[in-house]
């Protein structure tokens, strides 16, 4: 996901000088050394996808033209002999063979008096406790195939995201208990299987606070972390082996003041591996060490050479704001930041579609109707779904060709999957891709949508992507 032209913008990394326009209710800045030409990325110009039309089920209004089916809710006997649990959340998708999809959903559930451990019973087919997760596997027709715990033992399960050894990495939105406490819950990451329910170990080197959610850079392996405290940093964790979250080094990024300038803001990181399982809490040491405060991380996404994270409660008007952080030139930009609650309000989870830069931002908000926002690759900002049950939308993914959304409602205890015509640009790129030169000698070493991808998402031409292939690099 990124909000530039997908070449353009990503090649130049910025746009027009201090640049603000009013977009859809909000604030849309834009930064760097000169403005780009026009677009030219493969999509036609964007205009939402209409009004949404009232639900006579009262569960999603969506646009005319698209329609949702109901995959699970709260209450549903399982599987393995449980009932589904509720507040489902954050989730991610996995490729589970055969055209079918495994949705991994996380529960964020915590019972007073209970321990982690008396989460969801596996074993004994309990599923009525403090958190964990769940797995559904959905054929292409959208009927379930099956439904189980695919996670147990933690509490307040909210978002978190894919490894990529192909697991789903669930998060506790927990503080860390006074005493301290051994590393198994609060507060930590753990790794999941949403297939087997054979459950990998936490990773203290992750932190232990209110984890909200994660991704890998890809380029380098980095992760980065966000965390919902009204008093929240910004984390990332450089791991000492790759693809290996045993051990690294976990720091907290640290800006000048966030208010009052749209200028780009060169960042530093600062390292906070020593704070462990004490009882002090992460977020106050990091600042007393001069780490940036945000009112309340929420999702987190990767796309181009970016990654993007919004702060739930940022900005003037309390209700939102979405940062744009480049590794490459250690800088945060603010991509947007809401000033009414009809456009965006305290965004949550986000994620992009795949093969369009368009964000998904899924509300959490005080305003009812809560909605499921996209912002399209230009910053336009429109609503495509409200939910109509009185819930906040959570854990929106996509299956692998952007064409079928999946959202949980949260308080509902629901989970759906959303169709119809939504757009798409890889077709395009595809098209352009194969269109190109190939070197010297005729050899095609790119597939078409590896070559698409890099057309769009790096700004390369198709030959200099099978240029880059014929060195050894990756695209």
């Given at each position: 996901m990124e909000h530039f032209s997908r070449r353009q913008f990503l090649r130049a990394g910025a746009v027009g000088a201090a640049g603000a326009a009013a977009v859809g209710g909000g604030a849309w800045w834009a930064f760097g050394a000169g403005r780009p030409p026009a677009p030219d990325d493969g999509l036609p110009p964007f205009?939402?996808?209409?009004?949404?039309?009232?639900?006579?089920?009262?569960?999603?209004?969506?646009?005319?033209?698209?329609?949702?089916?109901?995959?699970?809710?709260?209450?549903?006997?399982?599987?393995?002999?449980?009932r589904r649990p509720r507040l489902p959340d954050g989730a991610e998708v996995f490729d589970a063979g055969n055209g079918r999809l495994a949705l991994c959903s996380n529960h964020e559930i915590r019972e007073p008096g209970k321990r982690p451990n008396a989460a969801l019973d596996r074993r004994g087919g309990r599923a009525t406790s403090a958190g964990g997760c769940t797995t559904l596997i959905v054929n292409q027709d959208n009927t379930v195939e099956s439904e189980f715990v695919s996670q147990s033992d933690t509490v307040m399960n909210c978002a978190g995201g894919k490894s990529p050894w192909g697991t789903w990495?669930?998060?506790?939105?927990?503080?860390?208990?006074?005493?301290?406490?051994?590393?198994?819950?609060?507060?930590?990451?753990?790794?999941?299987?949403?297939?087997?329910?054979?459950?990998?170990?936490?990773?203290?080197?992750?932190?232990?606070?209110?984890?909200?959610?994660?991704?890998?850079?890809?380029?380098?392996?980095?992760?980065?972390?966000?965390?919902d405290h009204p008093q929240g940093?910004?984390?990332?964790?450089?791991?000492?082996?790759?693809?290996?979250?045993?051990?690294?080094?976990?720091?907290?990024?640290?800006?000048?003041?966030?208010?009052?300038?749209?200028?780009p803001l060169r960042v530093e990181w600062i390292d906070v591996s020593d704070v462990r399982a004490s009882g002090e809490s992460l977020h106050g040491v990091g600042a007393d060490r001069g780490a940036t405060v945000f009112d309340g991380c929420e999702g987190i996404t990767h796309f181009g050479r970016a990654i993007?994270?919004?702060?739930?409660?940022?900005?003037?008007?309390?209700?939102?704001?979405?940062?744009?952080?480049?590794?490459?030139?250690e800088r945060l930009e603010l991509w947007y930041e809401s000033s009414d609650a009809s456009a965006l309000q305290q965004p949550d989870n986000l994620r992009d579609q795949p093969g369009t830069g368009d964000l998904y931002l899924c509300e959490d908000g005080a305003h009812a109707p809560n909605?499921?926002?996209?912002?399209?690759?230009?910053?336009?900002?429109?609503?495509?779904?409200?939910?109509?049950?009185?819930?906040?939308?959570?854990?929106?993914?996509?299956?692998?060709?952007?064409?079928?959304?999946?959202?949980?409602?949260?308080?509902?205890?629901?989970?759906?999957?959303?169709?119809?015509?939504?757009?798409?640009?890889?077709?395009?790129?595809?098209?352009?891709?194969?269109?190109?030169?190939?070197?010297?000698?005729?050899?095609?070493?790119?597939?078409?949508?590896?070559?698409?991808?890099?057309?769009?998402?790096?700004?390369?031409?198709?030959?200099?992507?099978?240029?880059?292939?014929?060195?050894g690099l990756r695209v």
């Open positions: 205009a939402g996808y209409g009004p949404v039309v009232d639900d006579p089920d009262g569960v999603l209004n969506l646009p005319e033209g698209f329609r949702y089916t109901v995959l699970a809710a709260a209450g549903d006997r399982m599987d393995d002999g449980g990495l669930t998060c506790e939105e927990i503080d860390v208990p006074p005493s301290g406490g051994d590393d198994r819950g609060y507060g930590m990451v753990y790794d999941v299987d949403p297939f087997t329910g054979d459950n990998g170990p936490p990773y203290p080197a992750l932190g232990r606070f209110r984890h909200e959610a994660l991704v890998f850079d890809p380029a380098t392996g980095i992760v980065y972390l966000t965390e940093l910004f984390y990332r964790f450089l791991p000492q082996r790759r693809d290996d979250l045993s051990a690294g080094r976990l720091e907290a990024l640290a800006v000048p003041a966030l208010g009052g300038t749209t200028d993007y994270f919004d702060e739930g409660e940022g900005g003037d008007a309390g209700l939102g704001r979405i940062w744009r952080y480049h590794p490459a030139g909605k499921l926002v996209v912002q399209s690759g230009r910053g336009e900002v429109f609503t495509f779904a409200e939910d109509a049950t009185g819930s906040e939308l959570a854990g929106a993914c996509w299956d692998p060709t952007g064409r079928r959304l999946f959202v949980n409602l949260h308080q509902a205890g629901l989970t759906v999957a959303i169709e119809g015509p939504f757009r798409e640009a890889l077709a395009a790129e595809r098209e352009r891709a194969a269109a190109g030169t190939a070197p010297a000698g005729g050899v095609r070493r790119a597939d078409p949508d590896t070559a698409a991808r890099a057309v769009r998402d790096r700004g390369m031409t198709p030959l200099e992507v099978e240029a880059a292939l014929a060195l």
